[in-house]
Nanobody
Framework: VQLQASGGGLVQPGGSLRLSCAAS????????MGWFRQAPGKEREFRAA????????YYADSVKGRFTISRDNAKNTVYLQMNSLNAEDTAVYYC????????????????????WGQGTLVTVSS
């Protein structure tokens, strides 16, 4: 599976962005998907995950109510809608895929993800 993230950019505090992650191959629906971020000098940090069916989602506490993860298995794409952005959200955002045996499982552990996209930079600044 190859992943291509896009949609990052410069946004003002309080603004919104929607990240997309397009996957190659015909097995996208077999993977749960996650979004992570990495700020300069910091470790990669979990943001959101979605099960392979889309029926289960999970968010880091700091993004609950602001970010929404979704997926379109027909388009082999996962999205991260980010609202009410603030400076602390500035980072490179990565999508990742984890082979999932069940339609409803997901994981927040980056070590359990099998494939990673190249990252897209999100900068929140006035």
């Amino acid at each position: 599976v190859q992943l291509q993230a896009s949609g990052g950019g410069l946004v003002q505090p309080g603004g919104s962005l929607r990240l997309s992650c397009a996957a190659s191959g015909r097995t996208f629906s077999l993977y749960s998907m996650g979004w992570f971020r990495q700020a300069p000098g910091k470790e990669r940090e979990f943001r959101a995950a979605i099960s392979r069916s889309g029926g289960s989602t999970y968010y880091a506490d700091s993004v609950k109510g602001r970010f929404t993860i979704s997926r379109d298995n027909a388009k082999n794409t996962v999205y991260l809608q980010m609202n009410s952005l603030n400076a602390e959200d500035t980072a490179v955002y990565y999508c990742a895929a984890a082979k999932a045996g069940s339609p409803f499982t997901l994981t927040t552990n980056p070590r359990e993800y099998d494939y990673w996209g190249q990252g897209t930079l999100v900068t929140v600044s006035s």
